[in-house]
């Protein structure tokens, strides 16, 4: 019954910018805990960022200061806009919900406290 739809990747040029979207149905948003992660070719997956129920957001140190997370509680929808994307940023990113209250922690970074995950969208970054 719940879905979450993620969308706008693409290729870009190293120096660029792009915006991904998640969007989840069925569900209260204001009350979910929207997290971003990513998985480059022969890697593991890795925390992006986070954006809270309660509006706190947090960054991996390799994307703090070039990506920003926002949530929109009326659409439904997160975003991760993406600045001064480098190479490295090349990925397979997916959004991440959950429903479980943040009262503060670190643990939006753990992949394994989020029920519902988006479908991917890859993200290449040319140099």
């Known amino acids: 019954q719940v879905q979450l739809v993620e969308s706008g990747g693409g290729l870009v040029q190293a120096g660029g910018s792009l915006r991904l979207s998640c969007t989840a149905s069925?569900?209260?948003?204001?009350?979910?805990?929207m997290g971003w992660f990513r998985q480059a070719l022969g890697k593991e997956r890795e925390f992006v960022g986070a954006?809270?129920?309660?509006?706190?957001?947090t960054y991996s140190d390799s994307v703090k200061g070039r990506f920003t997370i926002s949530k929109d509680n009326a659409k439904n929808t997160a975003y991760l806009q993406m600045n001064s994307l480098k190479p490295e940023d090349t990925a397979v990113y997916y959004c991440?919900?959950?429903?479980?209250?943040?009262?503060?922690?670190?643990?939006?970074?753990?992949?394994?406290?989020?029920?519902?995950w988006g479908q991917g969208t890859q993200v290449t970054v040319s140099s």
């Open positions: 991440a919900l959950t429903m479980r209250p943040w009262y503060g922690g670190s643990w939006t970074g753990d992949a394994g406290m989020y029920e519902l």
């Open positions: 069925r569900v209260t948003f204001s009350r979910a805990t």
């Open positions: 954006f809270t129920w309660t509006g706190s957001d």
